[in-house]
């Protein structure tokens, strides 16, 4: 199976050994490249051979596996969402260089994106790729804003970008890939994606930045996207993606990474929701587990389960929010000990690499973005929910939070959201 690029073929082989164009400003010239193993390389060039795992290697092996995991690119159309960001950029670099054509768009979600949607022109222009803006804001209100402030006002902490990436980012990428004929869409997401060969699903698994870990926001995406979708960035650590970057000479190589929530950038949570509501929250007590008034709170949505600063309490020990109580407008504090849990249930299940077991079975779980993976026992639940005993008792994750199983090699096996916990 050939594979083009700028006039060459690469050709995969059982020893898979392909020619390698040298990455500009490289200085290795043209070069044969031998794969051993999943993350080391050996190049023989004109000046020698040598071996390693660093920026080039990354790259060297990125695209293999790119190949290995997706059907032949050479001549396939794709869609790319380019944000303007560096990783959507490389992303339509690499998809070039595999020989794709490739058709960029980018998804006009909120009213302060006119400096975004600048950086994704000039990328595209540098690219040699068409572009065109898609006008999704009454959608992205819809379907992410809206329920985020009605996750709060019940007393969740949300992450929006999970439900954004399944219903209004890869939704709507699938929706204008059929109607610019497009056989793919992609993005610049640090994960990897393949179709088993023996199960027939679409199994979803974290990049090999581990430091990057997007497959955890892609968890929630269900098969029939997952099976349209490439991630050529997902064999790629973030500096093999800079130097790639700045190698082609792209104008966003050091642009610093977004760390915030998209439509709330100053990260004033409080602001926002008093913005959207049009009214002040109420004021209202701080109380222990058994219900003794602590204090004052300043409205309910200023607080998330397992917060501990700002809480303005004098107390002997350390508290922390265990709940946040609704109908009578309090904040439950607890001790670290008492913030303890060995139960946490979710809902939403959505099984991606495996389907819905029947029994009980033991995995890896995540409940935060930079938590990491603890052993847990799971228990599929009716309705679509799941209970989770870790194998040791943890502190109380915030309800609305994505939670999220990992077998013991970075393959994702489902994804929920956490409504609730116990002791």
Known sequence: MAWCREGAVWQRCDAVLSLLPSPAGSGCGPAWVACFGADRVCLQSERGRCSGNGPLFSFTIAVMVMKRERDDLCGARVLLALSGGVDSAVAGLLLREAGAEVV????????AAEEEIARAERVALELGIRHEVLDRRRLFRERIVRPFVESYARGWTPNPCFRCNRDVKVAEL????????CDWVATGHYARVRRDVVSGREQLRRGVDSSRDQAYMLAWLRQEQLARLLLPCGGLEKAAIRERARAAGLVNA???DSQDICFIPDGDYRAFLLRERGVAEAAGDFVDLAGRVLGRHEGLSNYTVGQRRGLGIAAAEPLYVRHLDVEKNQVVLATAAQMLV??????????????RPAHAFGCLVRMRYRQKEQPALVTPLAGGRVRVEPQDAIPAPAPGQALVLYDGDGLILAGGIIEGSKS
């Not at 960029?104 to 009213?111: E, G, H, P, R, S």
């Not at 699938?174 to 004929?181: K, Y």
């Not at 060995?342 to 495996?354: D, H, T, Y």
């Open 342 to 355: 060995r139960q946490v249930e979710a809902g939403g299940m959505n099984w991606v690499s495996l389907a």
């Open 104 to 111: 960029a768009v980018t998804l006009l979600l909120d009213q």
């Open 174 to 181: 699938l929706t204008a890939a059929e109607a610019n004929g």
């Open 254 to 256: 050091a642009q610093t």
